[in-house]
Nanobody, 117 residues
Framework: QVQLVESGGGLVQPGGSLRLSCAAS????????MGWYRQGPGKQRELVAT???????NYADSVKGRFTISRDNAKNTVYLQMNSLKPEDTAVYYC???????????WGQGTQVTVSS
């Protein structure tokens, strides 16, 4: 079971930027597909962005052009650069890791992002 620790959340004004980090306890290398999800107040958890073990990325339509997911396999860390933040981006952001070939994965504890003036 991989352990995931998110960091980088906080309070930011609309139009601002934040970078989230997710540190994994194992070598994610070319073994794990990684992703960021979020859950806003009163909403279900939704996909934000994913990056496969091979480096391919996918984004929710609501964040395309504003958010960028990346991974540093040498540091076993995944990042989410969030620019042009909007109040509707307010949510708890969760990191997810799924080993290639497996159906289920592991979740981090989440980090709060609040976009407000």
């Amino acid at each position: 079971q991989v352990q995931l620790v998110e960091s980088g959340g906080g309070l930011v004004q609309p139009g601002g930027s934040l970078r989230l980090s997710c540190a994994a306890s194992v070598n994610i290398g070319r073994v794990y597909n990684m992703g960021w999800y979020r859950q806003g107040p009163g909403k279900q958890r939704e996909l934000v962005a994913t990056v496969t073990s091979g480096g391919s990325t996918n984004y929710a339509d609501s964040v395309k052009g504003r958010f960028t997911i990346s991974r540093d396999n040498a540091k076993n860390t995944v990042y989410l650069q969030m620019n042009s933040l909007k109040p509707e981006d307010t949510a708890v952001y969760y990191c997810h890791a799924r080993r290639v070939g497996y159906v289920s994965g592991s979740w981090g504890q989440g980090t709060q992002v609040t976009v407000s003036s």
